[in-house]
């Protein structure tokens, strides 16, 4: 832990993830980039609330309620796109105002101000293009398709629309021979990679949060390269097999697969970019 | 090395430097010397996250926290955080209860304003409700915490199946004695989620409700 006093000491930064109740891989990039941004020294203090996990969203009233300095909490939900989750269900569960950015706590006097998800943030496109390319390091990217796997579908789920809008974003700034958003539920399906790309060598990025049930079960069944679904990420990292296995050879191409997006370390820089956005918008639009 | 407090499983030890020491408070008679050491209190999300047989656990309040392992810590904010992650708002609940301002949601409300796959939850019978709770959040083998919560407005006992001393947050869940002033009861305000998703299956006539 920093000694120095944080940046902000009036501060508090809560980050909203899904989490899951039967596999600690969901919420674990949440616990990651909050135990991150805590070493930074930032924030007075930094939390996680869960849907599925604990602390669940509905312990609000149980957070940061020891400490006097603390008179706001910037509220960032882990998510990729706006959508039933952040629009709904985070407002309702925290008791947030939901017609307004800041609402005020009665009785701590804090102000919980309400931040934009992470998945909006404009640094996203470079975040996927590197992944893209660690994943599969010299090859040609003239002779390669990139495809963003969104969910697609489910509850005013915005996703599909987020990947799409990626989808453009990378085309313009990168030199790929394709770059398509793809989905699990809709067309075009992840399903049909081999048919909707032509190049030899094809790079899938899963525009997820985390390693959950569809990036590591899911989409590597819809991809070819398992045949049913497998131990969790965790269990198999237990084991030391990772996304270890690339390029594999499928349909004649060279085939790489990369972790979800979430997992990113930088994933951590955007979230205290939201935060102190939302504080001073001023900021926010020159960064 | 003194005791200083209770906290679920856990036994927070104060150590000649003026520091602290958590351990599983099975482990408190122990040498140090066959525990694992740990000095971040960071490591307390990884200490939290698996049983000793090495399976997740989601509800952190069931009595499986590993063993084996000891946690210093050299001040009050070291402390505070570790305790967030092996008990997540529990510190914070506490606080409330403490203040008188705790407010506790019956298990109809909890159920009824469940969404989507879990709307079916609200169809629970009352029997089938009194035998859940009672095989389900029992400090021993399913959860450590006090119920705060009723079953309905009218004020219904959670389970008759459960002992007056789980609705006690005067009672250590682990041994049934009384605790002492420094400790901190695991209060359960609120059905949790594991809660929730066990009631769906009994519902959905995948599991009973009782043993
Ligand atoms: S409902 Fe409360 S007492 Fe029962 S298992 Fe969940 S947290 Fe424990």
Redesign the pocket.
Known sequence: MPDAPPAHPDTALLIVGHGSTVNPDSGAPSLAHAAAIRKRGIFARVGCVFWKEEPSLRDWPFLFNDDSDIRQVCVVPNFISEGYFTRTVIPRELGLDPSAAVTHRVGTEQRWVYCPPVGNHPAMTDLLLQRAREVAPGVREEETSLLIVGHGTGLNDNSAVAAKRQAELLRERSRYAAVLSTYMEEPPLIADWATLTDTPNVVVVPFFISDGLHSYQDIPVLLGIETEPTASASERLRGGEVFAQNPRRLHGRSLYYASAIGTEAHFADIIVEQALGALAPAVATSA | MKETFLIGQIIALASADGGCELRHRDDAGRPARELEPHADPEDAAALALYDDAGNYRP?K??PNLRHGWRLALDGQEGLRLALELFYPARLGAWRVYQRGRLDTTPLRETLGRQTGMYRVTAKLTDEQADAL?GR??RSDG??????F?RRDRAGTVPSTRLPPEKFDPACDQTTGKTLAEDDVPLI?Q??????VAEVRAVVKGERPAGE
Do not use: D, Q, S
């Open positions: 509800l309040t069931a709770v389900f959040c399913g959860c450590l915490r006090a119920i919560w359960c609120e059905a949790c989620n594991l809660l």
